[in-house]
């Protein structure tokens, strides 16, 4: 196996272009170093740990801009994170175990892109963006669009994830990150629900709201008809009922050593109306009718 | 291919040679000879391989050996003074929290790690301390009061 | 403090080898190092069914650094097994489940045992699978084992196949009593197969010397029975064997091969050592062991149990299909013990149940802690609930109206000498706050009750040699992972010799050296070793005091040993250096050895007149149930024993806080998953989910006063019985909570939610 420890970004992505499919990128390496062990070693392994500046929580120009390499657990006992992104500081806090936090990275756990990825349905939910560097140079791209299959990101096999880019939500805006396994600890997540809502300025109706899914299809998705049910209305038990039939409806699981699909739609339903009920208790300070 | 590291480990210096491709875990335990860290499950899910990595604890099996290149590492041996066991080693015998004793390096770092964090941990951030280690003796009942005895012990020192 | 009379029995002594425990000692199996020792590893079965019709080592053996490949072909042509001799070391003409052992490799680095394992050839010829041991069971079934016959004591009309055993369990005449009953309640109960998942790898290591003999290395709960099947299967007289333990990371009843020879690895690697003359060490990988090595089975039990209106319980029919995996192992023990065990611990007059011990194509069972019992007691327990409910009597009350009496038998007790079982409910009741604690909405409060025959069986001895110095060195044949011999072992010897504690030291077993013991299993360390160590322990003292009194010129019965010293009691000046006395046995005696062993006989001639006292318990807890998602949060844990006698207090309540974690997980979250091919479908933690520290209270351990047992100073077993009750007692309290009750384990979320659901919609 051939290793490599890049210096900076274009070094990595030189790397990438030239070994390409053969070239796996090492960050925390808590996947990466099973898969060496379980499955096989990758022809090259680059390590990107040595760039430097690649690890911060940064705020510039009404965005958080996160660096890459960020530990779990720096975005976890990260204030900011935890009084304005209470989605991503949810996931966060309810990934595998402390050890495994201080080790992983959001970079990481992006670009694994496992169906059942922590921090993806957050990451959907509040419209983040991806920077990425390819060889033809630098994009942007929305989350919303960066997941094409388990496993598989637009980064191809020649792109580096370069920063994560999250636009500060409205102050009023509250949201949650609910997550559905076994033992509550060190789990994978069998349904993962990521809601975030934002009232109107009376606080009588939902200006906007985004519910975000994991574990649920092949990538994180939104369950937009859920959404869409509730916009623009007073929320009441009637449409905390029909947004969780419609999330369950949009979600497409399969039946694995986890759980079976029929369960993965009754918690998606039951875990919607529990998201979208306590946002709207966070965000008007009232109980649903 | 082979590269070379420098670290430190329980104050002491080591520079070795490793196989990029191994772990953290493999390589205290087989080249630089750190009994104390142990190998379970080897994926990240058990905590037994718990070591303190520049004071943070973390899962030795999926850490890069590479990646400890001039960190600081702490294992279970780096604890006691001489024949002064740490309080928390000496807190896991008191209770009985020992049975067979292979997760106990793994709590022990972790708690020392926690211990460091917050001199009284309140229940909560206990478990979130040692949720990441599994015990398969001791149904944990004996290991929850070595912890909040150690705390207690270490608070009164100081 | 010490119980009055003793001086140091009754307190928890700091553990003995607890300083290298928390300071991360290399003293485990997995921590041997040879210096240059090959690498061994173990190719298993792609089909969990099928006829091996060729294997070609070739390529693999021509590999740079490959030192041997062995298959079947390479070891004499001898089976081994517990109750039917039905399993090879290595597999031959068929393999039966997919961790079987097909081949072996040993070699320079583990890297090119990978490779070479990949290179090996077996040619299958793919076997219909069969993993249900019900359907295992018909005629129409697939055959496992061609030459292994139906067990003699079946019934006449039964007609089955793949049986390995059979237990029949018959008391008056229940078909009349039941027809009688007032109530009749008729349900089915299952539970599945989990892993003991002690937290050490498994290893084994071995070499042949230049004498000719064989070491064996291994961290082994039962290394006599390591021994017997090393020497059987290579051909080798026990003389020519020696096994030697290291500290063992857990092993649950999971790492006690030989006793079951199912998925024993030492006979492989000794094979290894022998073809390549060279040190072999193999050790499994997490996702292997789970694959291949003992389980604890599921068993599918049908249970129907008559009553009279006023609660008492008049008959009990029952079936049991236990599932003993791909060879027979330990299949028979386990399998009758949940047959008899399905027939209660309470008064039942008129009791008919068969349990038959089926092959399936997976995992062997195991002596996995409490084997048999905790299965049998989901069973029961939960059977008692429904019929309580059925009567619309209170579940505590409706066991203590069955509860027997001195004199009384149960199933598997011929006389009970004393019963505790009804102050253990009353506690456990009490402790929980049944019927008095107010419960939120979806809370629901459960008991069960449980039992465990320690019964006699195999002995051990023990050796208390006294050193010159005075220190004593201690010979027994079991070995400590947490258990008696490096607690209440060396506190029995400090009392009897009044010596102190930190004087004493037990060593590891070596076959070589150590007395004959069956091994640290079945609950029995302290009933064995400790009764073989305090006669071994007395008879040193009487020697010693036969030697001092000489000296002292008084009668040894006017002795005492105290401080180190011999001394005449209520004359302390009148004295002797112990180290003197023991000394001076060189001249006479050579040393001074004193040898006890456990009468095994003798215990069960005792117990036929004068009954056995049983180390009844009851738990009871306090859940929460999440009705949208089917979670189950415990609340609240009690756990009440009878453990008679108590040497070691901190040592017992973590035998049973361990036990009863392991079953909690049993209960809420553990089990192997298959597909239908037979493959484990969750080998590794990621998805073997076991209990962590969020999901498990603090478990409330009262130990009440109870009975004595068999055990020295009147101890009883500790070890496994705290596996027995939690399933039921968790199932009992999701009942109270949501009014649901389920028969299969686990209790997972998904299966709760299920049949919350269920029930909704049955009641619509």
């Known amino acids: 196996m051939e290793y490599f420890e890049p210096k900076t970004i274009s070094e990595a992505v030189s790397l990438l272009a030239k070994y390409g499919e053969s070239a796996k990128i090492v960050a925390g390496g808590t996947d990466v170093i099973v898969d060496i062990k379980f499955k096989e070693e990758p022809p090259c392994l680059v390590n990107i740990k040595r760039i430097p500046a690649l690890n911060y929580i940064q705020q510039n120009n009404g965005s958080l801009r996160i660096g890459p390499l960020t530990t779990i657990r720096e975005i976890e006992t990260n204030r900011l994170v935890r009084e304005k992104f209470p989605v991503l500081w949810g996931a966060s806090h309810q990934f595998a175990s402390l050890q495994i936090r201080n080790t992983a990275t959001i970079g990481g756990n992006i670009c694994r892109a496992s169906p059942s990825g922590e921090l993806l349905a957050p990451l959907l939910v509040l419209e983040a963006k991806a920077i990425i560097s390819l060889p033809e140079g630098e994009k942007k791209v929305g989350f919303d669009e960066f997941f094409l299959a388990p496993g598989k990101t637009v980064l191809g096999f020649k792109g580096l994830l370069e920063e994560i880019e999250i636009p500060f939500p409205p102050e009023e805006s509250r949201g949650l990150y609910l997550k559905h396994a076994v033992r509550g600890a060190m789990d994978i997540a069998i349904v993962g629900v990521a809601v975030h809502l934002v009232p109107d300025s009376a606080r009588k109706l939902i200006k906007d709201v985004r519910i975000g899914l994991g574990a649920v299809a092949p990538t994180p998705i939104r369950a937009k008809k859920a959404e869409a049910a509730l916009r623009g209305k007073p929320l009441d038990q009637g449409l905390v009922q029909a947004a969780g039939r419609e999330a369950a409806a949009e979600s497409k699981p399969i039946t694995d050593q986890r759980a079976s699909a029929e369960y993965r739609r009754w918690i998606v339903e039951a875990l919607t109306r529990r998201g979208v009920s306590e946002a709207w208790k966070a965000a008007t300070g009232r109980e649903v009718k | ?158 | ?764």
């Open chain 2, 1 to 158: 291919m082979s590269l070379e590291i420098s670290l430190t480990v329980n104050g002491k210096q080591h520079r070795a040679s490793i196989d990029p491709s191994s772990s953290l875990l493999d390589f205290l335990r087989d080249t630089l000879g750190y009994k104390g860290v142990k190998i379970c499950c080897n994926t990240g899910e058990c905590g037994a391989c718990t070591i303190l990595f520049n004071g943070k604890p973390v899962n030795s099996c999926v850490v890069l050996a590479a990646d400890a290149a001039d960190a600081q590492i702490v294992t279970v041996e780096g604890l006691a003074e001489g024949d002064k066991l740490h309080p928390v080693q000496q807190a896991f015998i008191d209770t009985g929290a020992v049975q067979c004793g292979y997760c106990t390096p793994g709590f022990i770092m972790s708690v020392k790690a926690l211990l460091d964090r917050s001199k009284n941990p309140t229940p909560e951030e206990i478990e979130e301390a040692v949720s990441g280690n599994i015990c398969r003796c001791t149904g944990y009942a004996k290991i929850v009061e070595a912890i909040e005895i150690a705390a207690q012990r270490m608070a009164e020192r100081s």
């Open chain 3, 1 to 764: 403090m010490a119980k009055a009379e003793y001086t140091v029995l009754g307190t928890s002594i700091p553990r003995m080898g607890g300083v290298e425990r928390v300071t991360g000692a290399g003293i485990f199996g997995i921590d041997l190092a040879f210096p240059d020792a090959l690498c061994g590893g173990i190719l298993r079965s792609q089909y969990a069914h099928a006829k091996i019709v060729s294997i070609d080592t070739s390529e693999a053996k021509a590999i740079a650094g490959v030192r041997a490949v062995v298959t079947a072909a390479d070891a004499p042509d001898v089976r081994y097994g517990r109750t039917y001799i039905d399993r090879y070391m290595l597999a031959k003409h068929k393999a039966r489940y997919m961790g079987d052992p097909v081949a072996a490799v040993a070699a320079d680095s583990q890297a090119i045992v990978k490779q070479a394992l990949k290179k090996i050839k077996v040619v299958y010829e793919s076997l219909p699978v069969v993993l249900d041991p019900e359907e295992t069971m018909k005629p129409s079934a697939p055959t496992l084992h061609d030459d292994m016959p139906l067990p003699a004591n079946l019934p006449k009309d039964a007609n089955v196949k793949n049986v390995c055993s059979y237990t029949g369990v018959h008391v008056g005449d229940p078909e009349k009593a039941m027809a009688e009953a007032d109530v009749v309640v008729d349900e089915v109960y299952e539970t599945k197969m989990i892993h003991p998942q002690y937290l050490e790898p498994r290893i084994a290591a071995a070499r042949l010397e230049v004498d000719g003999r064989l070491t064996v290395w291994a961290n082994a709960q039962a290394p006599f029975s390591v021994r017997t099947d090393v020497a059987r299967l290579l051909n080798l007289p026990l003389n020519k064997v020696r096994v030697l333990t290291t500290e063992i990371g857990g092993g649950f009843g999971g790492k006690a091969s030989g006793i079951t020879s199912g998925a024993a690895i030492e006979p492989i690697c000794a094979l290894l050592a022998m073809k390549t003359k060279r040190a072999v060490m193999i050790v499994l990988d997490k996702a292997e062991e789970t694959i291949s090595t003992t389980i604890r089975s599921g068993a599918r039990m049908y249970i129907k149990t008559g009553v009279k209106k006023d609660g008492t319980i008049v008959a009990r029919q029952g079936k049991v299909v236990f599932d003993a995996g791909a060879y027979s192992g330990f299949g028979a023990m386990a399998g009758a013990r949940c047959t008899q065990m399905l027939g209660g611990w309470y008064l039942m007059p008129n009791v008919h149940i068969d349990g038959y011990v089926v092959y399936t194509n997976k995992q062997v069972c195991g002596p996995v802690r409490g084997p048999g019992g905790p299965q049998a007691a989901f069973a029961v327990e939960s059977h008692m609930d429904s019929i309580a409910a059925k009567l619309n009597m209170d579940p505590v009350e409706f066991r203590l109206k069955n509860t027997p009496k001195a004199g009384d038998k149960i199933i598997g007790v011929a006389k009970l000498r004393d019963v505790s079982l009804g102050e253990t409910i009353r506690t456990a009741a009490e402790k929980i706050g049944w019927g008095k604690i107010k419960l939120e909405k979806n809370q629901g409060i459960g008991v069960a009750t449980g039992s465990w025959i320690e019964g006699s069986g195999p002995g051990g001895g023990a050796i208390v040699k006294v050193n010159e110095d005075g220190s004593v060195t201690v010979h027994i044949g079991k070995v400590d992972f947490g258990t008696a011999p490096r607690f209440g072992i060396p506190m029995i010897v400090a009392e009897e010799l009044g010596i102190p504690v930190e004087d004493v030291t037990v060593t590891n077993v070596d076959t070589d050296a150590s007395p004959w013991d069956a091994g640290t299993v079945g609950s029995r360390s302290m009933l064995v070793s400790g009764n073989a160590t305090r006669l071994a322990a007395i008879d040193a003292r009487n020697q010693l005091l036969r030697m001092a009194a000489r000296q002292l010129e008084a009668s040894p019965d006017d002795l005492e040993i105290k401080d180190r010293q011999i001394r005449v009691k209520g004359t302390p000046a009148k004295a002797l250096a112990l180290a003197a006395v023991a000394t001076a046995a060189h001249n006479e005696i050579g040393e001074v050895i004193g040898r006890g062993y456990f009468d095994s006989r003798a215990m069960a001639e005792e117990e036929k007149e004068r009954g056995s006292s049983q180390p009844f318990t009851t738990h009871a807890c306090i859940v929460e149930v999440d009705t949208n998602t089917g979670n189950v949060k415990i609340l609240k844990y009690v756990a009440v024993h009878d453990v008679g006698f108590v040497i070691h207090p901190k040592a017992v309540e973590g035998q049973i806080e361990g036990a009863t974690a392991m079953s909690i997980g049993q209960a809420l979250c553990e089990r192997v998953l298959f597909d239908e091919k037979g493959k484990t479908l969750n080998p590794t933690f990621v998805d073997y989910l076991m209990p962590t520290l969020n999901m498990i209270p603090k478990i409330e351990t009262v130990l009440i006063k109870g009975y004595p047992g068999a055990g020295p100073y009147g101890t009883k077993g500790a070890g496994e019985i705290g596996c027995v009750p939690p399933p039921a007692a968790i199932a009992n309290a999701i009942y109270n909570a949501v009014g649901v009750r389920i028969r299969q384990l686990p209790l997972s979320p998904e299966n709760v939610l299920r049949a919350i659901r269920e029930k909704k919609k049955s009641t619509l």
